[in-house]
Nanobody
């Protein structure tokens, strides 16, 4: 079994930055895509980004492209989501997830149903 734990959320003003972390344990990360999702109150869970642990290739939702970036530290079994130029619309609980597929440049990799393992989430609030 794979366990995922998110951290790094908090309160930030519009235009500010946060970096989220997702630490994996319990299984190898080989062949797995790692995704970030978010869920605002009253809304469905939304795909944000995806990264391949093996080669670092990434894919981003249009809503965050140019503002958010993913990266990996494989020695620490950790992936990061650097969030810049944050907007109030970015307020949500952010989840990391793992799936057994290739993270390619396709909106399909940002769908909830493709992921098997989920963390508990970390709250991000963007407000003045």
């Amino acid at each position: 079994q794979l366990q995922l734990v998110e951290s790094g959320g908090g309160l930030v003003q519009p235009g500010g930055s946060l970096r989220l972390s997702c630490v994996a344990s319990g299984a190898t990360m080989d062949y797995y895509a790692i995704g970030w999702f978010r869920q605002a109150p009253g809304k469905e869970r939304e795909g944000v980004s995806c990264i391949m642990r093996s080669d670092g290739s990434t894919y981003y939702a249009d809503s965050v492209k140019g503002r958010f970036t993913m990266s990996t530290d494989n020695a620490k079994n950790t992936v990061y989501l650097q969030m810049n130029s944050l907007k109030p619309e970015d307020t949500a609980v952010y989840y990391c997830a793992a799936g057994p597929f290739l993270c390619r440049a396709d909106k399909y990799v940002l769908t909830v149903g493709q992921y098997d393992y989920w963390g508990q989430g970390t709250q991000v609030t963007v407000s003045s």
